[in-house]
């Protein structure tokens, strides 16, 4: 059972363009919301993180957007560059049970930028 | 400072043999994770430190795998009679532990590319 939903699976954008990349989850408990970034052959990064007492949060060209009402969240890349062509996960983890510590991770979203 | 280190980085065996990976964490992270990444299950958790007791090893799929931590330091993902299916790339993260245990950011070690023959 996947606990952290992710769409869409691909995405290409042309240079300059917007990405918008989207996470669902369902368990209430779950109150840390991160994205990584990751490159062939590298490990995950962390690129922005969010907790819920907030609705949007910023860093540069990035941005997470929060709906707690709904249970959602997503990325914005602006300006999104070539460079940015990885492959993006978004996660979650809580303060409770066996949502502690962990990190429950969406399938990733491969996103290709062309010049 | 130094990241997160990983070895071997990539590891071929026979099915049915042992393998053993290693993690090096983050000088002074409390909290230390492993997870799998396959092409089809993505990024799965596999069993968390706190320290060098284990508070969480639920992800661990099978009693061939176990994993230890001495000195609250290095861990050891320990693979017995492997299977083809274990083939992924095991990654290892570290992170501080806050108040209550809530995890401050996790960082990632680069990985092992396990393939089992």
């Known amino acids: 059972q996947q606990q952290v939903k992710q769409s869409p699976q691909s995405l290409i954008v042309q240079k300059g363009g917007i990405s918008i990349i989207n996470c669902a989850y369902e368990?209430?408990?779950?109150?840390?919301f991160p994205w990584y970034q990751q490159f062939p052959g590298k490990g995950p990064a962390l690129l922005i993180a969010?907790?819920?007492?907030?609705s949007e949060k910023k860093e540069g060209r990035f941005t997470i957007s929060f709906n707690k009402s709904a249970k959602q969240f997503s990325l914005h890349i602006m300006d999104s560059q070539p460079g940015d062509s990885a492959t993006y996960f978004c996660?979650?983890?809580?303060?409770?049970?066996?949502?502690?510590?962990?990190?429950?991770f969406g399938r990733g979203t491969q996103l290709t930028v062309w010049p | 400072g130094a990241g997160v280190s990983q070895s071997p980085s990539n590891k071929v065996t026979e099915k049915g043999k042992d393998v053993e990976l290693r993690c090096d964490p983050i000088?002074?992270?409390?909290?230390l994770y492993w997870y799998r990444q396959s092409l089809g299950q993505g990024l799965e958790f596999l069993i968390y430190?706190?320290?060098?007791?284990?508070?969480?090893k639920s992800g661990l799929p099978s009693d061939r795998f176990s994993a230890e931590r001495t000195g609250g330091s290095v861990s050891t993902l320990t693979i017995q009679r492997t299977q083809q299916e274990d083939s992924a790339v095991y990654l290892c993260?570290?992170?501080?532990?806050?108040?209550?245990?809530?995890?401050?950011?996790?960082?990632f070690g680069p990985g092992t590319r396990l393939t089992v023959l």
């Open positions: 430190f706190q320290g060098n007791s284990a508070p969480d």
């Open positions: 993260a570290s992170s501080f532990l806050g108040r209550g245990g809530v995890a401050d950011t996790q960082y």
């Open positions: 996660a979650a983890s809580g303060v409770r049970g066996s949502t502690l510590g962990r990190l429950y």
């Open positions: 969010i907790r819920p007492d907030v």
């Open positions: 000088s002074g992270h409390t909290a």
């Open positions: 368990n209430t408990a779950f109150d840390y």
